[in-house]
């Protein structure tokens, strides 16, 4: 169930039978040359819907734009940056609270939003912390990357081993391949140059990766690939959902 989908009534009565959200998080950056620059959000999406379905769990909003400023030099990408990331977090996670919501699940696709999301964690707990009149709710905050899962990294490096990459992956050109078949580009590229070093802004990263892929072969993609990811993410999100639910 998908609070965009739902009645305020709906969410009312959700919220008190289950006072949890999954909230899927992404990015809108460029993705190499055949990767969607809405890849990030796209996915965690999608994955976090699955999720939602397989839980009877409450899908908020999708976060569609991050923390990526690493990649403006490509034309398309959008970012926030960290201090708006944790703004935007913050507000997000205590308009829920306000109407009941004590855990929130963060399914998130891009790894640069690592860093600011668990920042804004800390932002939030320590506006509970700092409260002396107790008023504030106090929340917990999880987030979990769908391509870090145990399932979905094994799967990886077995059809695609360390051309992976770390950006503009295989695995998730795959999965946007298979969740939007329409939507598959081909493109020829050459074999990827290896990164000395990492990179720091902007145009550095372009210098370093000239047409936006990280280490990754994104030519071997495939819509069969990205099923396959797609149900080994959802097989290990499920339980974990779960199990935070139950958490006391
Ligand atoms: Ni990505």
């Not at 009534?9 to 289950?18: C, G, N």
């Not at 996670?93 to 800390?122: C, E, Q, T, Y």
């Not at 990827?192 to 936006?212: E, M, Y």
Request: aromatic share 8%; charged share 20%; with cysteine.
């Amino acid at each position: 169930m998908q609070l965009p989908f739902m009645t305020w009534a709906e969410s009312e009565a959700q919220i008190r039978k289950d006072p949890l959200v999954i909230v899927p998080i992404g990015s809108t950056e460029q993705h190499g040359p055949n990767g969607l620059i809405g890849t990030d959000a796209l996915n965690a999406e999608a994955v976090a819907i699955a999720v939602g379905k397989a839980t009877e769990a409450m899908v908020g909003p999708v976060v569609a734009i991050g923390m990526a400023q690493h990649h403006l030099a490509f034309s398309g990408s959008i970012t926030l940056r960290p201090s708006t990331m944790i703004a935007f977090i913050s507000d997000y996670v205590f308009s829920l609270a306000r109407h009941g919501v004590r855990k929130f699940f963060f399914i998130n696709g891009h790894g640069g939003n690592i860093a600011p999301l668990s920042a804004a964690f800390s932002e939030i707990y320590a506006t509970a912390s700092l409260d002396p009149s107790g008023q504030v709710p106090r929340v917990r905050c999880v987030q979990h990357n769908w391509y870090d899962q145990k399932s979905v990294r094994a799967y990886a490096a077995q059809a695609f081993g360390d051309r992976d990459g770390s950006h503009a992956t295989a695995a998730e050109v795959s999965l946007t391949q298979h969740l939007f078949p329409d939507s598959i580009r081909r493109v020829n590229m050459p074999p990827v140059a290896k990164a000395h070093r990492r990179f720091t802004d902007a145009i550095d990263l372009r210098s370093l990766h000239p047409d936006g892929r990280i280490g990754s072969e994104p030519s071997l993609a495939t819509p069969a690939h990205g099923k396959a990811l797609f149900e080994a993410a959802l097989a290990d999100l499920s339980p974990a959902l779960r199990a935070f639910r139950d958490e006391p």
